[in-house]
């Protein structure tokens, strides 16, 4: 059992920016996937951000040039760099976590980030 704990989360005005990090614990293998999610009030869950233990990323595109995903392996750890926040940026951001073979996958709790105008 993978547990996901996030930090970071906060109230900036935009323009401003935050780091969140997202630490695994009880993984035994390296964890093959490792991803930022947002979910707004009334929207669906979208993802952000991912990273492969090789170090492959992928951005939304409302994303690209602002935000920047980076892991530790060593430390089991992702981080979030969210610069030039906007207010759609607001939401709760989750920490997923994938792993295989098996396959399995895991969610953190989340942490708001509120971005006021």
């Known amino acids: 059992q993978v547990q996901l704990v996030e930090s970071g989360g906060g109230l900036v005005q935009a323009g401003g920016s935050l780091r969140l990090s997202c630490a695994a614990s009880g993984s035994r293998f390296s964890i093959n996937y490792m991803g930022w999610f947002r979910q707004a009030p009334g929207k669906q869950r979208e993802m952000v951000a991912a990273?492969?233990?090789?170090?492959?990323?992928n951005y939304i595109d409302s994303v690209k040039g602002r935000f920047t995903i980076s892991r530790d392996n060593a430390k089991n750890t992702v981080y979030l760099q969210m610069n030039s926040l906007k207010p759609e940026d607001t939401a709760v951001y989750y920490c997923?976590?994938?792993?295989?073979?098996?396959?399995?996958?895991?969610w953190g709790r989340g942490t708001q980030v509120t971005v006021s105008s």
């Open positions: 990273i492969t233990s090789g170090g492959n990323t």
């Open positions: 997923n976590a994938k792993l295989w073979p098996p396959y399995s996958e895991y």
